[in-house]
Structure formats: C-alpha cells, structure tokens
C-alpha cells in the first residue's frame, strides 16, 4: 500500500489550494478515503473523508463550506480543493484510508501547506 500527496505550498490567508494523492497497492474503489493534516506540535486529525463511491463526504467543523474531497476511482486519486485558507490551516497532509486506523503503516510522506502573509 502506498499514498504519493501533492500539491502543497505557501498560499496567503484567503488563497485557494488543490491537494492530490495517487494510492497504490490495494483495490481503491473499494475503500473509503481521507484526508488528514498534522500542525507541529499536535495530534493527526482527520479533515475530510469521502465513501468509496464518492456519494458521501465529510468535514471537520473547522473546514466546512471551504475544503471539498473528491475522488476518481478509474485513476486510484483523491483529491482536496481547499479555499479561503487560514493561517490555522497550516500543517503536513495527507491521505489515508479510515479502513486501515490511524495506526497503520502505509503514512506516505505527505505534502507540506503554509498558509502566511
């Protein structure tokens, strides 16, 4: 199993990022998928989940109204549009499965956001 993110950068407060992540390695469309993030200091969170066919998303409160999740099961990816970014938002991403726990070994090496002025 293998996650590849992408996507990240330096964004000032109010800009827009599109995040993507190409997993590998077991049968995608079958799979819910995520999107998490982890802020120095802090825990992993997760920020966005999506079903496996992509007919159910979810959101932290802290990102609702701005990031959507998608996905594309003919090409194994999920992806994050995020809009109005905050400073808050700052943190590495990445995605995942829910159906493999936070616990797992399979943490790609994720995609750096710094949302600054």
């Known amino acids: 199993v293998e996650f590849v993110e992408s996507g990240g950068g330096l964004v000032q407060p109010g800009g827009s990022l599109r995040l993507s992540c190409v997993a590998s390695?077991?049968?995608?469309?079958?799979?819910?998928m995520a999107w998490y993030r982890q802020a120095p200091g802090k825990e992993r969170e997760l920020v966005a989940s999506?079903?496996?066919?992509?007919?159910?998303?979810d959101y932290v409160d802290a990102v609702k109204g701005r990031f959507t999740i998608s996905r594309d099961n003919d090409k194994d990816t999920v992806s994050l549009q995020m809009t109005s970014l905050k400073p808050e938002d700052t943190a590495v991403y990445y995605c995942?499965?829910?159906?493999?726990?936070?616990?797992?070994?399979?943490w790609g090496q994720g995609t750096q956001v710094t949302v600054s002025s």
């Open positions: 995942n499965s829910p159906n493999f726990g936070l616990q797992n070994d399979y």
């Open positions: 390695g077991f049968t995608f469309p079958y799979y819910p």
């Open positions: 999506i079903t496996y066919d992509g007919s159910v998303s």
